[in-house]
């Protein structure tokens, strides 16, 4: 089955540099990579999403990138703020009939003032 | 419009005892999922129904943990003769399968605030 790795586990950045989390999925028929954010005690929230017939997509200060071939996807936060400090997750799917998602282990971000 | 509902919000139980942790998803969608969040750790997938589809129960820990949906809304996670490993925050998400939601696509699930479930 599907196998998601996310790195790194904790990531601290100053207020206004960029943070950038990497995952990593390993089947290949996956197609939808959803990143959601939780803030603490509260439930996880879609922040971004890409599907494998694009490589990029761009919301804002948030970015995602796809690479296929490597099967690796990768969030970008600029200009952070300390309301970024959450737990992200990464989720791997294969596609459109909502079969099972699988999460990443997440990354702690936590943006320093 | 209103989101995805949880109930309770909190359950304590003793060990040995039965649970039920009940979902209200989204109306008109057909997808509603499970999952497990114990502290500090990420989502653990339980179960899931697609419309009158046979739910995929491949990430049920035990026999002690089954699910039911009704009338293709409402769902509840039942754990029988609950452990003290049991105690975690359950979370449900649902989703919607078919026509648009602004940006954002069809198969992005929508989470409940979740049951923070605590077996003493």
């Known amino acids: 089955g599907e196998n998601v790795e996310q790195h790194p586990s904790t990531l601290s950045v100053q207020e206004g540099d960029s943070a950038v989390i990497k995952c990593t999925y390993s089947?290949?028929?996956?197609?939808?990579f959803p990143w959601y954010k939780q803030e603490l005690g509260k439930r996880p929230q879609l922040i971004i999403d890409i599907r494998s017939n694009v490589g990029e997509k761009k919301d804002q200060r948030i970015a995602v990138t796809l690479n296929k071939t490597a099967k690796h996807f990768s969030l970008h936060i600029t200009e952070t703020q300390p309301e970024d400090s959450a737990v992200y997750f990464c989720a791997a799917s294969k596609g459109n009939y909502g079969q099972n998602f699988v999460f990443g282990p997440g990354t702690r971000l936590s943006v320093l003032p | 419009g209103a989101g995805v509902s949880q109930s309770p919000s909190n359950k304590v139980t003793e060990k040995g005892k039965d649970v039920e942790l009940r979902c209200d998803p989204i109306s008109g969608h057909t997808a509603l999922y499970w999952y497990r969040q114990s502290l500090g750790q990420g989502l653990e997938f339980l179960i899931y129904?697609?419309?009158?589809?046979?739910?995929?129960k491949s990430g049920l820990p035990s026999d002690r943990f089954s699910a039911e949906r009704t009338g293709g809304s409402v769902s509840t996670l039942t754990i029988q003769r609950t452990q003290q490993e049991d105690s975690a925050v359950y979370l449900c998400?649902?989703?919607?399968?078919?026509?648009?939601?602004?940006?954002?696509?069809?198969?992005?699930?929508?989470f409940g605030p979740g049951t923070r479930l605590t077996v003493l």
């Open positions: 998400a649902s989703s919607q399968l078919f026509g648009t939601s602004g940006r954002t696509s069809t198969d992005t699930q929508y």
């Open positions: 129904f697609q419309g009158n589809s046979a739910p995929d």
């Open positions: 089947d290949s028929a996956s197609n939808y």
